[in-house]
Structures are given as C-alpha cells and as structure tokens.
C-alpha cells in the first residue's frame, strides 16, 4: 500500500498523488466518490444512532438527580457518587474482551445485543426501590455498553483511509454530544410527566428511553455493517477496492494471543496513548455528569438548568467538525488536540477564579465542554489510525481501541467522586483535578508526539540507507 508521511509537513496535493494510485488505477470501473458516499451512508448512521442511545442511557442519571431521585431513594452521602462510578467497573474491565467477542461472533451480532440488553437494564432502572437496586442496574448497563463505543471505532477504522478519517470519527464521536444535548432537552420535558401512572418523573425518562434503546437494537441487527470482506452491501468489486484503498486483507486477521497483548503493552506510545485520552476523559464525564448540577448552582430552575445544559454542546459540536475537517485537510491531529487542551485549562482557570459572576462562569463551562468534546475524537483517531504499522491489522487494533477507550475511561472514575455535594458551589476540588488531569494530558501528547517523531525518523534513515528494495513511498509513517 503506498503511504506517506504525515508528520513531514508535505502539500496535501503531493500526498495525495502518492497514496491513491493502487486502487484507483487497479479498478477503474469503480466510482471511487460515489463508493465513498455509499460507505459513509451505510455505515455510520447506524453506528451514531447507537451510540446517541448508549449515552443517552448512561449519563441521564445525572438529570434524574436533579429531580426527586436522590429522596426517593434516600441517597446520603457519596452514594449518588458510587452510583456513578460502579457503571466504570464492568465498563473498563470488558472492553478488549467485548472487542475479541465482536470480532468472532460479527459486528450486527454483537452490537445489536449489546444494545438490546442494556436497554432492558435501563428499563429496569425505572423500577428501582433502593440504592442497592439501582447500583445493580448501574453495574450491569455497565457491562452491556462495554463493547459499543471500541466496538465502533474498531469498524469504522477499516473502512476508511488515514486522511480521511477523521471527519467520520468525529460524525460519529457526535452522537456524546447529540446524547448530551438531547438529553439536557428531553429531560426538562420529561420533567412535566412527574405522576402520571403513580410514578415520578426520574422514572419515566429511564423507562421511555429503555424502551426506544431496545427497538433501536432490532433495527441494528439488520443495519450495521461488519468488516468490508463481509459487507452484503457491496460487490465483490466493490469489495475488493475497499480493502485495497485501506491497505486490508484478509489474511491479515491475526487472533489475539497472550504474546500480541504483551508485546502490546511493551510499547510505551500505546501508554501514553492511553494517558492523553484518560486525561481528556475526566472534564468530558464531568460536563456528562455534573453540568446540571453545576449550572443549577448558578440559580437556574430545574427546567432551565436542563436546557441550559444545552447551548455549551452546542458550541463543543461546531468546533468539533471544524477541527474535524480542518485536520484532515492537514493531515495533523497534534495542533488541534493541543488547542482542545488549551481551551479547557483557560475556562477551568476561569471556574478556580471567578464565582460570583454568572455570565463568565458559564462562557468557562462552554470553553470547557468545547475543548474537552473537541480533543476527545482527534485522540481517538490519531493513535488509532497509528496502530496499523506492523502488519497485524486486526489483533493491534483489536487490542489498541479497546485499551484506549477502557483506559481512558477510567478517568470516568475519578470524575464521578471530583464534585462532591459539599463542595458546592465552587468545586474547587473538581476543578483542580481536571486541570491537573488536562495538564498531565499535554505533557503524554508532547511524548507521544516525539516518540512517533523518532520512529518516523528512523525509518526514513533506514529507507535512505537501504539499496534496492522498496522505496520511500511504499513505507508507512506515524502520522503527527
């Protein structure tokens, strides 16, 4: 497959001129736009609308907290807060088994019953009656969601080339903020259905979105799409053009041994890779999980603190797909991770600083929540779409998306115990975590950067040294 390297700073002319020829040139018949378009409909619609449910299903506690959950309950303490966090447990712990699973039993299997099953665990959380119940459906819709998000990623980095991921990573990375948005909009009305049936209104936005998350998953059974070597969808034409633009074929499906994962872990990019992520995580979960709390501290009913939660999501969306497209047009994921990060320390420096002036207050919590959803895709994508260099497609990224996103979302934990009631209304404590953790976050992306420097560099130097054999533009970098 030709590559490039897309750290050297070359036009995105010349790099592209040098990374299409085989396919196009291979199968002229095949309308390669046009097979674009057919991809992007086909694949990450379905993928979105899941991940809307997903979300949607495990952050709405937090709007259920700020009705009469906690006293009909009788939460105390730093229960609502272990509430939040035994979600994390099953949810780091499956996730490179769930990739492994995904892999042997079919995508549209396995998704499609990850999602039907945690929409009965939602449904149940409707009909909670103690902190010990709702702990148990909090732990296993923990285990049902484990697979989803890597499970997602895992796919759509086989259907697409490196220059061209990132838009559709970040379409799909969407759907938290669609989730969190919608969310915020659903549950102020749902708040107005507080006795209908004898039950309150907490109950009916776990046990409506419950059951619109089980139709979703029968509908996903028939509409997401597995690996290209198995799309029904495509001709065997169109099939072979796919795998052959995306450098994929099928002896390359590598089973994940015991060997693969330690060789994995040996590498230390692949740590810092998880660093940078699980640093970006912990403002995301705690926008997710305490923007509503926050922003009711700032005055707000409970109707204007949901919508309220809104126009920050807003802004996060629209710096989400600028970034996304100004990336790929350069073929850079460092800078715009670096300005995500940036973004984040400023509107925390700004929460530490300011309490009494509502309208500075909730423009940091907006530079916060667009920072934060901003970064979050470009990470995913740049050390991703890194994980394919040694030849072993499937086991490294098998392993390498699910590490991510486990690892990453353990910083979901740390999250949920930062803003504690009684720290209210400053949280000082959960925003110095955050800015330490983003501040961690920039020193494992400068790292990481200068890791994939050096190797690039190295293999330049090989390419250079090496008579005869393949040239520089058969060899495949790390992009920057």
Same mark, same amino acid.
């Given at each position: 497959m030709y590559t490039t390297d897309y750290g050297s700073g070359e036009s995105h002319e010349s790099a592209a001129r040098e990374t299409m020829p085989t396919a196009a040139q291979s199968f002229p018949s095949i309308d390669e736009k046009a097979l674009l378009r057919k991809i992007d409909f086909r694949v990450i619609p379905i993928l979105f609308i899941i991940y809307v449910a997903a979300f949607l299903d495990r952050v709405n506690i937090s709007n259920a907290l700020t009705m009469n959950m906690p006293s009909e309950l009788h939460l105390v303490g730093q229960q609502r807060n272990i509430?939040?966090?035994i979600f994390f447990v099953p949810y780091v712990l499956f996730e490179i088994p769930s990739n492994i699973l995904l892999k042997r039993f079919s995508?549209?299997?396995?998704?499609?019953?990850c999602i039907f099953a945690f929409g009965i665990v939602m449904l149940c959380q409707g009909f909670v009656k103690s902190y010990s119940g709702l702990l148990a459906t909090r732990f296993f819709l923990g285990l049902a969601e484990a697979g989803v998000f890597p499970g997602s990623f895992y796919i759509l980095s086989f259907w697409y080339k490196r220059e061209e991921s990132q838009r559709r990573f970040t379409v799909f990375w969407c759907s938290v903020l669609a989730a969190t948005a919608f969310g915020g909009l659903l549950a102020s009305a749902i708040a107005k259905m507080d006795g209908i049936h004898g039950l309150s209104n907490w109950r009916w936005i776990f046990i409506l979105e419950g059951m619109v998350t089980m139709l979703i998953a029968i509908a996903a059974f028939f509409l997401i799409s597995d690996f290209p070597q198995e799309a029904r969808w495509l001709t065997d034409e169109e099939r072979k053009f796919v795998m052959a633009r995306v450098g994929a074929n099928e002896e390359q499906g590598g089973a994940v041994t015991s060997g693969s994962i330690l060789a994995f872990f040996m590498d230390i990019k692949n740590i810092m890779g998880g660093i940078i992520y699980f640093a970006v995580i912990i403002p995301i979960y705690s926008f997710a999980y305490f923007a509503p709390t926050i922003i009711k501290t700032l005055g707000?009913?409970?109707?204007? =603190?949901?919508l309220h939660t809104v126009p920050p999501v807003a802004a996060a969306l629209a710096l989400c797909l600028i970034t996304a497209y100004a990336?790929?047009?350069t073929r850079l994921r460092l800078p715009f991770v670096f300005l995500g990060t940036m973004l984040i320390i400023t509107g925390l420096a700004i929460l530490l600083t300011v309490h009494h002036t509502f309208s500075v207050q909730y423009l940091a919590i907006c530079l916060v929540a667009m920072g934060a959803f901003s970064a979050g895709p470009i990470i995913i994508c740049w050390y991703v779409m890194n994980l394919n260099l040694s030849g072993n497609n499937h086991a490294e990224r =098998?392993?390498?998306t699910a590490w991510i996103i486990s690892f990453g979302n353990t910083g979901g934990i740390v999250a949920t115990f930062s803003f504690l009631v009684k720290d209210a209304p400053k949280y000082r404590t959960g925003?110095?975590?955050?800015m330490g953790a983003t501040c961690a976050g920039v020193l494992a992306m400068l790292a990481y950067a200068a890791l994939v420097s050096?190797?690039?560099r190295a293999m330049r130097n090989a390419v250079k040294a090496r008579e005869g054999g393949?040239?520089?533009k058969d060899v495949r970098y790390y992009s920057l």
């Amino acid at each position: 497959m030709y590559t490039t390297d897309y750290g050297s700073g070359e036009s995105h002319e010349s790099a592209a001129r040098e990374t299409m020829p085989t396919a196009a040139q291979s199968f002229p018949s095949i309308d390669e736009k046009a097979l674009l378009r057919k991809i992007d409909f086909r694949v990450i619609p379905i993928l979105f609308i899941i991940y809307v449910a997903a979300f949607l299903d495990r952050v709405n506690i937090s709007n259920a907290l700020t009705m009469n959950m906690p006293s009909e309950l009788h939460l105390v303490g730093q229960q609502r807060n272990i509430a939040l966090t035994i979600f994390f447990v099953p949810y780091v712990l499956f996730e490179i088994p769930s990739n492994i699973l995904l892999k042997r039993f079919s995508p549209h299997v396995w998704l499609s019953g990850c999602i039907f099953a945690f929409g009965i665990v939602m449904l149940c959380q409707g009909f909670v009656k103690s902190y010990s119940g709702l702990l148990a459906t909090r732990f296993f819709l923990g285990l049902a969601e484990a697979g989803v998000f890597p499970g997602s990623f895992y796919i759509l980095s086989f259907w697409y080339k490196r220059e061209e991921s990132q838009r559709r990573f970040t379409v799909f990375w969407c759907s938290v903020l669609a989730a969190t948005a919608f969310g915020g909009l659903l549950a102020s009305a749902i708040a107005k259905m507080d006795g209908i049936h004898g039950l309150s209104n907490w109950r009916w936005i776990f046990i409506l979105e419950g059951m619109v998350t089980m139709l979703i998953a029968i509908a996903a059974f028939f509409l997401i799409s597995d690996f290209p070597q198995e799309a029904r969808w495509l001709t065997d034409e169109e099939r072979k053009f796919v795998m052959a633009r995306v450098g994929a074929n099928e002896e390359q499906g590598g089973a994940v041994t015991s060997g693969s994962i330690l060789a994995f872990f040996m590498d230390i990019k692949n740590i810092m890779g998880g660093i940078i992520y699980f640093a970006v995580i912990i403002p995301i979960y705690s926008f997710a999980y305490f923007a509503p709390t926050i922003i009711k501290t700032l005055g707000y009913s409970t109707v204007q =603190t949901q919508l309220h939660t809104v126009p920050p999501v807003a802004a996060a969306l629209a710096l989400c797909l600028i970034t996304a497209y100004a990336s790929d047009y350069t073929r850079l994921r460092l800078p715009f991770v670096f300005l995500g990060t940036m973004l984040i320390i400023t509107g925390l420096a700004i929460l530490l600083t300011v309490h009494h002036t509502f309208s500075v207050q909730y423009l940091a919590i907006c530079l916060v929540a667009m920072g934060a959803f901003s970064a979050g895709p470009i990470i995913i994508c740049w050390y991703v779409m890194n994980l394919n260099l040694s030849g072993n497609n499937h086991a490294e990224r =098998t392993i390498g998306t699910a590490w991510i996103i486990s690892f990453g979302n353990t910083g979901g934990i740390v999250a949920t115990f930062s803003f504690l009631v009684k720290d209210a209304p400053k949280y000082r404590t959960g925003y110095s975590i955050c800015m330490g953790a983003t501040c961690a976050g920039v020193l494992a992306m400068l790292a990481y950067a200068a890791l994939v420097s050096r190797e690039n560099r190295a293999m330049r130097n090989a390419v250079k040294a090496r008579e005869g054999g393949l040239g520089e533009k058969d060899v495949r970098y790390y992009s920057l």
